[in-house]
C-alpha cells in the first residue's frame, strides 16, 4: 500500500492556479523524484504535504487515512518531515537549537518544561556524526555555517522526527560536489531504512542516480510518471520542457 | 550550567557598563550632591518601573514585536491599584491588582495584535490612545493623591538588608532569564523574531509565543503600578507619558535588535540605569527636566544610527528582513 496517496490536489492562490488535479502517490522506501520548470507547482505541492498550505482541492491520506494538516507542525506529529527550499532555519540559533527547534527534549519540574540542553547537543553530535557532516562549533549560530552546513543541519532536523515521508526541495542545489554526493547517499540510505523520500532537483543525473521513480510536474499538472528503469533523462527533460508529442497533445487538448 | 557563560559579559554591555561608570564619574566630579548614598539611592528607586517595563519590552524587541502603550497601561493599572487602596480593600488586594490588570490590559494588546494580525507598532499606537482615554475618564478629571499607606511597607521594608522591591526585580529578571535561556520559550521567541515564517515552518506555535510575550510585558506595567503606587501614593493624569521612549530606548541600548532575533536582560538593566544616571545628573548640573526626553530620544536614535553604521543591523531597517 502506498504511504501517501494525493487524489485530485489542487491549490490557488487568488486567481492563479498553480496545482491542477494532481493524483500521486508515494511509496515506503521508495526516492521518488519530482521534476519540473521553474513555477510547475512543486514547491507548492510539498507544502501542502508539509502543512504550510492547505490544498484547495482535493485529499490527502497517509497510511489510507485522511489527513488534513492545518499547521507544520500537524505534518510534522503525522510523520511528515519537510527540507524547504530555502530550509527555513533560524539563522539566529545554534544547531542543537535548530535541530529540535519546535520538538525540544524536556524535563518537567513542577510543570515547568526545562530544556535538556546537554541531551540535544549529544543528540545532535550523533546525527551529525552519521551524516559525516563535519562542524568545527556546534554552539555556532547557523547563520554563520556554509550552505553544505546549514543543509547538513536541515537534515538533522529531518533525521530527528523519525519521519515516515521525507520531502527534501533541492537539496543539492548549494552544495560542492563533495557535499552533493553525501546528500544523494544520505536519500537513499533514508529509503533504505524504510522511508519515502519525495526528491525535487533540477539535476536529472542526480535524479536518476538515487531516484527509483520519476514524476514530472507542468504549469500545475502532473503529465508523466516513469519508473527510472523505463526511461531515460532524454525523455524526462522533453517532459520537462514541454517538446514530448504527449505533453504537445495534452496541452492542445487544455487549450 | 555553566557559570562562566552567564558571567561573560559581551563587549556591548561592557561598553554600556563603562558609560554608566564614566557617567557617574563625571557628575560627581560637577555637582557634589550627585555622589551621595541619598541621590544614588534616589537613581535606583527611580529605575524601578522602568527596569519591570524594560525586562517585558525586551521579549518583545527579541520577537520583533514593540509596545508604545506600555506607560499608559501602566496608568491604568495604577488607577486600579489607587481605586482598591482608596475603597480600603487593603495592601493584599491593592498590590495584586497591579499585575492583574496589567496582565488582563496584556491580553487585550495581545488579541489585537495576534488575533487582528495587525502590526504590533500600529496595533500599540492605536491602544496608546484607547487607553489614554480611559486613564481620563477612570481618573474623572481628578488625581487620585494622598492615598492611603497600606502599600507603604513595600517600599520600606527590605530582606537581609536588601529593599523588597529589589528582590521583586531580581525574581522578574530571573524568571525571565529561565525562562529565555532554559526552557523552550527562549529559542522559540528568537526564533519568531528572526522569521515568523521560518518559525512557524519549524514547528513553533507563533502566535502562542506571541501572545505569551504580550500578557507576560502586561503583567509586568502591572506590577510597575503597584511599585509606583507604593511610592508615590498618587496618579496623575500625565503617568507613564514617557516611559515607552524611554524602555524603547533602554532595551535598544542594552543591545536587543530592534528587528528581533536577539536579546540581552543584562544590556536592558544596564541601558535603564545609565539613562536614569543621565536624567538625574543632567538635572543636577542645571539643565531643565523639559530636556529629558530630548536626550532619552537622542540616545535612541544615536545608537540605532551606531548600529546600522556598525553592521549590527541589515542596512536597510525600512525593509524588514526577508522571510
Ligand atoms: N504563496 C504564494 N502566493 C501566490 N502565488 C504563489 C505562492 N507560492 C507559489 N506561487 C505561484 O505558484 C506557482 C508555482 O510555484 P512553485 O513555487 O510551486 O514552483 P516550483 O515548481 O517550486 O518552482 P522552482 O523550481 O522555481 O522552485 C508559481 O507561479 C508561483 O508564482
Ligand atoms: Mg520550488
Redesign the interface.
Known amino acids: 500500500m502506498a504511504l501517501v496517496t494525493a487524489r485530485n490536489v489542487t491549490k490557488r492562490f487568488g486567481a492563479l492556479t498553480a496545482l491542477q488535479g494532481v493524483d500521486l502517490d508515494i511509496r515506503k522506501g521508495e526516492v521518488l523524484a519530482l521534476l519540473g520548470d521553474n513555477g510547475a507547482g512543486k514547491s507548492t505541492f510539498i507544502k501542502i504535504l508539509a502543512g504550510a498550505h492547505s490544498q484547495s482541492e482535493g485529499e490527502l491520506r497517509i497510511e489510507g487515512r485522511p489527513v488534513s494538516f492545518s499547521s507544520p507542525r500537524d505534518a510534522a506529529e503525522a510523520g511528515v518531515a519537510t527540507i524547504y527550499q530555502e530550509l527555513a532555519l533560524s539563522e539566529n540559533l545554534s544547531i542543537a537549537e535548530n535541530v529540535f527547534l519546535g520538538r525540544e527534549i524536556t524535563r518537567r519540574v513542577l510543570g515547568v518544561p526545562f530544556l535538556r540542553s546537554r541531551a540535544m547537543r549529544e543528540r545532535v553530535a550523533e546525527l551529525l556524526e552519521e551524516l559525516d557532516a563535519h562542524i568545527s562549533d556546534p554552539a555556532a549560530p547557523v547563520g554563520s555555517l556554509s550552505g553544505g552546513q546549514r543543509q547538513a543541519v536541515a537534515i538533522c532536523r529531518a533525521l530527528n522526527l523519525n519521519a515516515k515521508l521525507v520531502i527534501m526541495d533541492e537539496p543539492t542545489a548549494a552544495l560542492a560536489v563533495a557535499e552533493t554526493r553525501k546528500v544523494l547517499a544520505l536519500t537513499r540510505r533514508l529509503a533504505e531504512r524504510g522511508c519515502a523520500v519525495l526528491l525535487i532537483s533540477h539535476n536529472i543525473s542526480d535524479v536518476f542516480e538515487v531516484a527509483d521513480r520519476i514524476v514530472v510536474f507542468r504549469r500545475g499538472r502532473k503529465i508523466a510518471e516513469r519508473e527510472r528503469r523505463a526511461t531515460d533523462p532524454e525523455e524526462i527533460v522533453s517532459f520537462i520542457t514541454g517538446a514530448h508529442p504527449d505533453v504537445r497533445a495534452l496541452e492542445q487538448a487544455n487549450l | 550550567m555553566n557559570l562562566r557563560r552567564i558571567l561573560t559579559l559581551s563587549s556591548r554591555e561592557l561598553t554600556l557598563a563603562a558609560a554608566c561608570l564614566v557617567a557617574i564619574i563625571a557628575f560627581s566630579m560637577v555637582s557634589d550632591h550627585f555622589g551621595t548614598a541619598t541621590n544614588l539611592t534616589t537613581i535606583l528607586r527611580n529605575s524601578v518601573e522602568l527596569l519591570l517595563i524594560g525586562l517585558g519590552m525586551t521579549l518583545l524587541l527579541a520577537m520583533g514585536g514593540i509596545d508604545v502603550s506600555v506607560g499608559v497601561a501602566m496608568g491604568l493599572a495604577a488607577i486600579g491599584v489607587g481605586k482598591v487602596l482608596a475603597a480600603g480593600f487593603g495592601a493584599l488586594a491593592a498590590a495584586l491588582v497591579g499585575p492583574l490588570v496589567g496582565a488582563a490590559l496584556g491580553i487585550v494588546t495581545a488579541s489585537v495584535v495576534v488575533l487582528g494580525r495587525i502590526p504590533p507598532i500600529v496595533a500599540t499606537l492605536g491602544l496608546f490612545g484607547v487607553f489614554r482615554t480611559a486613564i481620563f475618564l477612570w481618573l474623572g478629571g481628578q488625581w487620585l493623591s494622598g492615598l492611603p499607606t497600606d502599600l507603604t511597607a513595600i517600599v520600606s521594608s527590605s530582606f537581609m538588608g536588601v529593599p523588597l522591591m529589589a528582590w521583586t526585580i531580581a525574581a522578574a529578571y530571573l524568571v525571565i532569564w529561565v525562562a529565555l535561556r ?3 520559550f ?3 521567541l ?2 519568531v ?3 515568523e ?9 507563533v502566535r502562542k509565543v506571541q501572545f505569551s510575550a504580550f500578557v507576560i510585558n502586561g503583567a509586568l506595567c502591572g506590577l510597575a503600578a503597584t511599585f509606583y503606587v507604593a511610592t508615590y501614593r498618587n496618579v496623575e493624569m500625565s503617568i507613564g507619558s514617557t516611559l515607552a521612549l524611554e524602555a524603547i530606548a533602554a532595551v535598544v541600548l542594552g543591545g536587543t535588535s530592534i528587528l528581533g ?2 536579546c540581552s536582560l543584562v544590556g536592558t538593566v544596564l541601558g535603564v540605569l545609565l539613562i536614569r544616571i543621565l536624567q538625574n545628573g543632567l538635572l543636577l548640573v542645571g539643565v531643565p527636566s523639559l530636556w529629558q526626553t530630548v536626550v532619552t530620544g537622542g540616545l535612541l536614535i544615536a545608537v540605532l544610527c551606531l548600529d546600522a553604521l556598525s553592521g549590527r543591523m541589515p542596512v536597510s531597517i525600512w525593509r524588514r528582513r526577508p522571510a
Open positions: 532554559r526552557t523552550p527562549g529559542p522559540h528568537l526564533a523574531g528572526n522569521s515564517t521560518k518559525a512557524r515552518l519549524s514547528g513553533v506555535s532575533g536577539r
